[in-house]
């Protein structure tokens, strides 16, 4: 049932990111897959990950829009080329630029679903909007645009 | 020497902030204070806070500027009716949008400065620039909006 995760299949070597990293010990290991057109996280934040009491912290938020953006604009890629994710040569990607806009509080207590689209593919750069949901709700909003660093 | 930082006036019941909060303690606990007409906070990745190896994690820094940003909107509140920081009724500021420019990647080993600028005080809502500067060079420039939601 657990079927890999676009960062399941990054290299060791890129595998140490603090937000979407495997072999990070200490980070939140995100895990994103296609859902039909839509790439999905699901998150847990742990009792830490407050801002005011009973709510998620925004820089939590924008980290998880990160790195699904970031995971999401390369699995695109092998889509656009019509290749099995993981094979060589692979493509990562960081962020160029963030923009997020929180539109109510995130209840804590709950799993999180991030749900992204990818915009816009242009040659290396490839625009990712997102949203956040909280029991089915609305609470965010995000926009990334990721680089592609690598081919191999 | 350690002069009090805007987050040491933050009233209990709002200092758990993953950031910026004094009482979480797995928390990012940063500190802001006024150096001139900058806020400035001064912040040292942890080892975890790796993306790729060398390299800060975007997300830490989104979280960096988002806390630094509403802990100056909180302290531009304070300056703007002329009154000592922690004197009643208190302000606290939430992030309405977060936008980061990441210029270069921010390397690990040192301790990074983020200088911000109050761009706009409009009613309840305050607008924050920041650059991050990591040995003196900008490696990400964020806008934030914050919006107060207490004067207690």
Not at 63 to 88: F, I, K, N, P, W
Not at 93 to 101: E, G, H, M, R
Not at 107 to 115: K, S
Not at 125 to 151: C, D, F, K, M, N
Request: aromatic residues 8%.
């Amino acid at each position: 049932m657990d079927t890999p995760a676009f960062q399941d299949f990054y290299p060791d070597k890129s595998a140490h990111c603090y937000g979407c990293g495997r072999l990070n010990e200490q980070g939140l290991r995100i895990r994103t897959r296609w859902e039909g057109e839509e790439s999905v996280t699901r998150f847990r934040p742990r009792p830490e990950h407050t801002a005011l009491p009973g709510f998620v912290y925004g820089g939590l938020i924008a980290s998880l829009l990160d790195c699904h953006s970031t995971g999401t604009a390369a699995a695109a890629m092998y889509r656009q080329e019509d290749r099995v994710m993981g094979t060589e040569p692979g493509f990562r990607f960081v962020t160029a630029s963030l923009q997020v806009d929180y539109l109510r509080p995130t209840p804590m207590g709950c799993e999180l679903e991030i749900r992204g689209r990818v915009l816009e593919i242009s040659g290396r750069r490839i625009t990712v909007e997102t949203t956040v949901l909280a029991e089915g709700v609305a609470t965010a909003r995000g926009r990334v645009v990721a680089a592609q660093i690598t081919s191999s």
